[in-house]
């Protein structure tokens, strides 16, 4: 099992370019999420998934968009990159939302100038 | 507002002794408590976790405690080896949130040979 990868691993935008952040699982879990980690801080919820089908919003989910039109996968798109942006991306996913651990992808570290 | 803190940007414990984590939160309404383990370059990985019906969990060398009335909880690591080295993340969620997680800053562990 590969587990959760994330690609690309690193990425520098210009300010207003788009892009996708790719995720996927091979876990077969439902619940799969995107975090972002700034220096200082903890990791902040972006956006969500329950099952395919299904996304809602984290704690910061201005600019991107995601969606999960499978069980596997889940993308996240930056609509028009901002420096504000630039930080670690975290993909994560877990058998369920509830009191289950998650588990994580290696990150993508994403600059924009 | 940071409803989970970790107020110690950096520890530092002699090989074999006694590490301790600290986390506290504000929010009563979190009944449960995770901690994560992250190395550079890596997503977090689940270390354990604690339901607020309890006050103690342990598994092998790692126990987590929960203080619910001074809303505090801790993790111990006991011995503590060079591999331990790493920053640790506490994290919290509640169920009218749909169990998203609330994340502390991080406490960057190193462990001295």
């Known amino acids: 099992n590969a587990g959760v990868t994330q690609t690309p691993k690193f990425q520098v935008l210009k300010t207003g370019q788009s892009m996708t952040l790719q995720c996927a699982q091979d876990m077969n879990h439902e619940y799969m999420s995107w975090y972002r980690q700034d220096p200082g801080m903890g990791l902040r919820l972006i956006h969500y998934?329950?099952?395919?089908?299904?996304?809602d919003q984290g704690e910061v989910p201005n600019g991107y968009n995601v969606s999960r039109s499978t069980t596997e996968d889940f993308p996240l798109r930056l609509l028009s990159a901002a420096p504000s942006q630039t930080s670690v991306y975290f993909c994560?996913?877990?058998?369920?939302?509830?009191?289950?651990?998650?588990?994580f992808g290696p990150g993508t570290r994403l600059t924009v100038l | 507002d940071q409803q989970v803190k970790q107020n110690s940007p950096s520890l530092s414990v002699q090989e074999g002794r006694i590490s301790i984590l600290n986390c506290d939160y504000t929010?009563?309404?979190?009944?449960?408590f995770l901690w994560y383990k992250k190395y550079p370059a890596e997503g977090p990985t689940f270390l354990i976790s604690?339901?607020?019906i309890k006050d103690k969990n342990e598994d092998g060398r790692f126990t987590v405690f929960l203080n619910k009335s001074a809303k505090h909880l801790s993790l111990h690591i006991v011995p503590s080896q060079p591999g331990d080295s790493a920053v640790y993340f506490c994290?919290?969620?509640?169920?009218?949130?749909?169990?998203?997680?609330?994340w502390g800053a991080g406490t960057k562990l190193i462990i001295k040979p």
């Open positions: 998934s329950v099952g395919a089908g299904i996304t």
């Open positions: 604690i339901s607020s």
């Open positions: 994560a996913s877990s058998y369920l939302a509830v009191y289950n651990e998650q588990f």
């Open positions: 929010n009563s309404m979190f009944d449960y």
């Open positions: 994290a919290a969620s509640e169920v009218d949130s749909n169990y998203q997680l609330i």
